[in-house]
């Protein structure tokens, strides 16, 4: 970390981040080291209590943060897994306490470290808190970001804020450095345009997924040893359910489909049986059980989307997208906010090297470099989905293949499944697959499998 300040385009050595999210958040943490003041303005006010909010609707959600994840956040931010595992977040022996089922095959359980695992919200109370212990952030709630101000060739030189839904301004603030931390919707690309610059090309997958989810409480061993299951959606079944402890012993079940026709219920009666065919009967039993402390949450995401402003030719000074701005992947992946965070990490690499000038460029390269792998296997892992259109059904039908074949490899053999942790967790280089005795693992299994694949965990069922 820089711990000399570096001069801001016009003096003021202030920074602004738009957003509180996890993206915002680690935003706000980078740039702590570099500027005098770092604002953070958000939009929603937040709960007393650590809960879902308007502008997060997704985190009523299952929200696994990969050990790749929490590596980065743990430069940022000493101790901070520790201190949510204190705080009654779960630890989980990767892969000794998890069950994860892939293409339809259960992933060999060898010890491969700890992921914490807690709710969305009481990961960013605890985030949010320690930004906030930061003595040059300052986090301003209940305001939303209408524009940016920018002033001839010096580009965007601060922001207007309004009351959220109201149309007047009720300030302008002055700022070297803007940051688009506010989500997907792509509000930092659009500012492009009134700023007189090309938007960024997008690359939309349409992958038609929609998620329903609840949050249990559930006596103590219930539920087996596992900590965590995760069954993954197949060609022939593309359905998938994700059941993980999180903090003081509340579980949270994240059932999710592609296509209209997979697209899991809303209503208590018609939740569970969702999950037939996905959890053992030993599991559902426990859940019909357990006492509901949510209702049920829905939510529908359409695309992949992925903004290339690393490929603009012209770029506006002191202004950048960072997070779910740059690149939303699809959420049954896992990887979205461990991205956010290694482009914060980029972000702060970036302002150490050189400053804010030409920080727009410099941020982006690296912004695109983080998310180049994640999105690869995630697009490649959605396009072998007949659901997911676009894709020419011999390639789907190979890269099927090539996901079973590994998946197949990974059932038996230990560095085949270290392989396919670490590159989904974004613990290690996906390159790890590529390794000759990986490759030769996976080759062997390339056939089409003699026996059954399995689909739901085995249990009493
Ligand atoms: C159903 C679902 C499940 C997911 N599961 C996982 C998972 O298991 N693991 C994982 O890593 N990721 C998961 N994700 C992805 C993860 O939620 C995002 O990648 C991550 O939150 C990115 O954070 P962000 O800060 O960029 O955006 P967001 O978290 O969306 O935050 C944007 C913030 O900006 C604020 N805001 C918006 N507009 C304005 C404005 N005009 N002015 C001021 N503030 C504004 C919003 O209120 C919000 O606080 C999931 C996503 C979904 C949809």
Not at 278 to 297: H, K, N, Y
Request: with cysteine.
């Amino acid at each position: 970390m820089n711990p000399v300040p570096i001069r801001g385009r016009r003096g003021t050595n202030h920074a602004i981040v738009l957003g509180a999210g996890i993206g915002g958040l680690c935003a706000a943490r980078a740039l702590s080291g570099a500027f005098e003041r770092v604002t953070v303005v958000e939009r929603d006010t937040f709960p007393a209590v650590p809960g879902v909010r308007r502008g997060v609707p997704q985190g009523a959600h299952v929200h696994s943060l990969t050990p790749g994840g929490a590596q980065i956040l743990e430069e940022s931010f000493s101790g901070f897994v520790e201190e949510l595992a204190a705080a009654g977040g779960t630890l989980a022996g990767a892969l000794d306490e998890l069950d994860i089922v892939f293409f339809g095959l259960r992933l060999r359980q060898v010890p491969l470290g700890r992921v914490l695992q807690v709710s969305r919200p009481f990961l960013e109370d605890r985030l949010r808190a320690r930004v906030q212990a930061l003595p040059n952030v300052d986090l301003r709630t209940g305001l939303e970001a209408t524009a940016p101000v920018a002033t001839g060739s010096a580009g965007v030189t601060g922001v207007r804020l309004a009351r959220p839904g109201e149309a007047d301004v009720v300030e302008s603030v002055d700022a070297d450095l803007v940051v688009d931390a506010m989500g997907r919707a792509g509000r930092g690309a659009a500012w492009h345009r009134s700023l007189g610059y090309e938007e960024p090309a997008t690359q939309r997958l349409h992958v038609g997924v929609a998620y329903a989810s609840r949050r249990y409480r559930v006596p103590p061993g219930a539920l087996g040893a596992a900590k965590g299951v995760l069954i993954g959606a197949t060609q022939a079944r593309p359905r998938g359910a994700v059941l993980t402890q999180q903090e003081n012993d509340a579980w949270v079940l994240s059932l999710y489909g592609f296509g209209k026709d997979n697209h899991p219920p809303g209503t208590p009666e018609e939740f569970l049986g969702f999950a037939d065919g996905l959890l053992v009967a030993d599991t559902r039993a426990a859940l019909r059980d357990a006492e509901p402390i949510s209702g049920i949450s829905s939510f529908r995401y359409p695309a992949s989307v992925r903004r290339d402003f690393h490929r603009l030719r012209r770029l506006p000074e002191g202004l950048i997208s960072i997070g779910d701005a740059v690149c939303s992947l699809n959420p049954i992946y896992g990887a979205g906010m461990a991205v956010a965070a290694l482009e914060a990490k980029a972000l702060r690499a970036c302002l150490d090297d050189g400053g804010v000038e030409g920080l727009p460029r410099r941020f982006y390269r690296e912004a695109a470099r983080a998310v180049r792998l994640p999105w690869l296997f995630s697009t490649m892992a959605d396009r072998s989905m007949p659901q997911v259109p676009g894709t020419h059904p011999v390639l789907a039908g190979l890269l099927a293949n090539a996901f079973r074949a590994t998946m197949r490899a990974a059932a038996s053999d230990a560095r085949v499944a270290a392989a396919v942790w670490n590159a989904v967790s974004l613990t290690g280089s996906p390159a790890e697959l590529a390794r000759p005795r990986v490759m030769a693992s996976v080759l062997r299994h390339w056939s089409p499998p003699r026996t059954a694949t399995v689909g739901a965990l085995p249990g009493k069922d």
